[in-house]
Antibody, heavy 117, light 112 residues
Framework: EVQLVESGGGLVQPGRSLRLSCTAS????????MSWVRQAPGKGLEWVGF??????????EYAASVKGRFTISRDDSKSIAYLQMNSLTIEDTAVYYC????????WGQGTLVTVSS | DVVMTQSPLSLPVTLGQPASISCRSS???????????LNWFQQRPGQSPRRLIY???TRDSGVPDRFSGSGSGTDFTLKISRVEAEDVGVYYC?????????FGQGTKLEIK
């Protein structure tokens, strides 16, 4: 069974950092590009960023709203993708989903990040 | 950046009737390889998004054939031939041709 499980969400103060993890199982993680998508409460989907598979260089792309503050990485030996979030603001409050993109398309259940003082 | 504009934003439909959602991009989504990276996603209430269609018209595995995608260039459409109760939710188009990727605002489908 394919699973993507996000973890690491929670309540954090503005200006602080948080690292989310996305643990994959049931598919060839290393062959998939991984991305992060977020959804603010009651709002639509916002694309956050993307990391290519190692076969395509493992390079990253980011939305303008997070570029320079967020970093995506991956550990193929553990089948985990990470989203390091620094200098968090209230506007970063959202459910964060990880997504595996390939021939198939997989999504996790999401993890809630609340930025508040 | 590419702006994706969906219409309508709210779509009340009678069970068994067809439904259609439009998605327009601010520039052509044809990539240099000749493909058009336009996806459609469904998000049922309380669930994660699920991809229905990729590259304009290719249905994902397990997606009922009442869902179809069409279009080219900057104009795209998702059609549901006969709406069922399980189709309630929000539908998003997303372009994957240009960085940064971008979603439409979403179209909320409800049963009349």
């Amino acid at each position: 069974e394919v699973q993507l499980v996000e973890s690491g969400g929670g309540l954090v103060q503005p200006g602080r950092s948080l690292r989310l993890s996305c643990t994959a199982s049931g598919f060839s993680f290393g062959a998939y590009a991984m991305s992060w998508v977020r959804q603010a409460p009651g709002k639509g989907l916002e694309w956050v960023g993307f990391i290519r598979s190692k076969a395509y260089g493992g390079t990253t792309e980011y939305a303008a709203s997070v570029k320079g503050r967020f970093t995506i990485s991956r550990d193929d030996s553990k089948s985990i993708a990470y989203l390091q979030m620094n200098s968090l603001t209230i506007e970063d409050t959202a459910v964060y989903y990880c997504r595996g993109e390939g021939y198939f398309d997989y999504w996790g259940q999401g993890t809630l990040v609340t930025v508040s003082s | 950046d590419v702006v994706m504009t969906q219409s309508p934003l709210s779509l009340p439909v009678t069970l068994g009737q067809p439904a259609s959602i439009s998605c327009r991009s601010s520039q052509s989504l044809v990539y240099s390889d000749g493909d058009t990276y336009l996806n459609w996603f469904q998000q049922r209430p309380g669930q994660s998004p699920r991809r229905l269609i990729y590259k304009v018209s290719t249905r994902d595995s397990g997606v009922p054939d009442r869902f179809s995608g069409s279009g080219s260039g900057t104009d795209f459409t998702l059609k549901i031939s006969r709406v069922e109760a399980e189709d309630v939710g929000v539908y998003y188009c997303m372009q994957g041709t240009y960085w940064p990727y971008s979603f439409g605002q979403g179209t909320k489908l409800e049963i009349k």
